[in-house]
C-alpha cells in the first residue's frame, strides 16, 4: 500500500535496509519458495503495479544468504527481473537507484563492499509527475515463516537531483 503520495515527479531514491537473521530459510531446490521474491522498497509511478521500480529479495540456497533483485513494472507487466546482489542476512546494504531515459540505473553495496552497477533497460517506463514509496512486503502464496521486522530507510530526488523527503521506518511483516 502507498505511504504517502508526492505531488513531484520522482527521478532517483536511496534505500538503506536491514533484512535480519529471523527471515533466514532453507528450502528444496525447485521448490515454490526458491522463485518468491519479497519487496524490500520500491517507488510507483501513480499506478500501483503498474509502473514501477521494486528491489526485493529471495532465499539462497546457502542458507546464510539472500539474493536481491530489481523488478520492473512497464503497464502492469514485469519487463525485468535482475538479479544484483548476494548479501548476508543481519547485514546493512545501500541501493541508489536513478530513472535515466528507457533505463533504470542501479548502484548497489554491503557493508564491507564497492559499489557494483547495474543498468536496465525499461523501454515505455514513464515517470509520472506523481509517485509514491511502495513498502516492504512478504511476497507470495505463503506467509512469513515467522514474524519479522525490516528496517528500511529512503531519500526521494526530483528532476533536479533535489532532495525532496527521507522516511526511517521498521515494519513488522
Given at each position: ?6 505531488a ?34 520500491g517507488v ?7 509502473n ?41 546494504v ?21 559499489f ?21 512486503y ?29 522516511t ?6
Amino acid at each position: 500500500m502507498p505511504t504517502r503520495l508526492y505531488a513531484r515527479r520522482i527521478t532517483a531514491f536511496t534505500a538503506v535496509w536491514n533484512i535480519p537473521i529471523a527471515c533466514r530459510q532453507t528450502y528444496e531446490k525447485g521448490s515454490y519458495e526458491e522463485e518468491q521474491v519479497s519487496k524490500v522498497i520500491g517507488v510507483s509511478h501513480w499506478y500501483h503495479k503498474r509502473n514501477s521500480v521494486r528491489i526485493g529479495w529471495s532465499p539462497n540456497a546457502s542458507g546464510g544468504l539472500y539474493d536481491a533483485h530489481a523488478y520492473i513494472r512497464v503497464n502492469g507487466k514485469v519487463v525485468s527481473k535482475q538479479f544484483i546482489g548476494r548479501f548476508l542476512y543481519g547485514e546493512w546494504v545501500q541501493c541508489c537507484v536513478e530513472f535515466g531515459k528507457d533505463c533504470v540505473l542501479i548502484d548497489i553495496a554491503g557493508e564491507d563492499d564497492a559499489f557494483v552497477q547495474h543498468i536496465i533497460e525499461t523501454p515505455g517506463l514513464p515517470v509520472y509527475r506523481a509517485g509514491y514509496i511502495l513498502e516492504p512486503y512478504y511476497g507470495g502464496e505463503k506467509p512469513a515463516p515467522e514474524d519479522f521486522v525490516i528496517v528500511a530507510g529512503i531519500m526521494l530526488f526530483n528532476n533536479d537531483k533535489e532532495f525532496m523527503a527521507k522516511t526511517w521506518r521498521t515494519f513488522k511483516l
